[in-house]
């Protein structure tokens, strides 16, 4: 039972365009999401995090949105650029506790030149 | 660098062989994380460490897997009589305390990957 989903498993812009990548949940626990990037054979990287009172966060070409409403998340790059390219994995947290991050499977996003 | 590191970076076993797995988080770091990552999937949470105790270990798969963690600082993830299921990049995280601000993240090491023939 995926408490975090990331449906689509790849995605591919221009460079210069924007990339937006989905994220759906299903536990209204979750308080806080975050996004990492993976680059191959290295470890995710913290990239940006949203609170759940917020409905969106911004730094520099990254923007997450939140809508609880409807238990989604996007993460908005503009503009994308060719070092963007990496599988981006949605997590979700809940404070207090272990905060433990429930993951999703990863979108690959390739930015072509 | 003062990163998240793990060893060894690659490991081979054989189905039944125990093999230990080592992370060294970021120093001053109270919190760490064990995940795994098996092939085509997102990380799952393995267990959690506070100090040298560890209140969460929800996540572990099966008894044969194990952890500890000395000195408020290394974490060893011991798995026993490996399966061939078991293959997978496990990571570790370590953050400065649990309990904070969502936005004291957690930071990964660059993961073990196990492969058991």
């Known amino acids: 039972d995926q408490q975090v989903k990331q449906n689509s498993p790849s995605l591919s812009v221009q460079e210069g365009r924007i990339s937006i990548l989905n994220c759906d949940y299903t536990?209204?626990?979750?308080?806080?999401f975050l996004w990492y990037k993976k680059y191959p054979a290295e470890g995710p990287t913290f990239l940006i995090s949203?609170?759940?009172?917020?409905d969106k966060n911004e730094d520099g070409r990254f923007t997450v949105f939140l809508n609880k409403s409807a238990k989604h998340l996007s993460l908005h790059i503009v503009p994308s650029q060719p070092g963007d390219s990496a599988v981006y994995f949605c997590?979700?947290?809940?404070?207090?506790?272990?905060?433990?991050?429930?993951f999703g499977k990863g979108t690959k996003l390739t930015v072509n030149p | 660098g003062a990163g998240v590191s793990q060893s060894p970076s690659n490991k081979v076993t054989e189905k039944g062989k125990d093999v230990e797995l080592r992370c060294d988080p970021i120093?001053?770091?109270?919190?760490l994380y064990w995940y795994r990552q098996s092939l085509g999937q997102g990380l799952e949470f393995l267990i959690y460490?506070?100090?040298?105790?560890?209140?969460?270990k929800s996540g572990l798969p099966s008894d044969r897997f194990s952890a500890e963690r000395t000195g408020g600082s290394v974490s060893t993830l011991t798995i026993q009589r490996t399966q061939q299921e078991d293959s997978a990049v496990y990571l570790c995280?370590?953050?400065?305390?649990?309990?904070?601000?969502?936005?004291?993240?957690?930071?990964f090491g660059p993961g073990t990957r196990l492969t058991v023939l």
């Open positions: 949203i609170s759940s009172i917020k």
């Open positions: 995280a370590s953050r400065k305390r649990s309990g904070g601000p969502s936005t004291d993240t957690q930071y």
């Open positions: 460490f506070q100090g040298n105790s560890a209140p969460d």
């Open positions: 120093s001053g770091h109270t919190a």
């Open positions: 536990n209204s626990m979750f308080d806080y």
């Open positions: 997590a979700a947290g809940v404070q207090g506790g272990s905060e433990k991050l429930v």
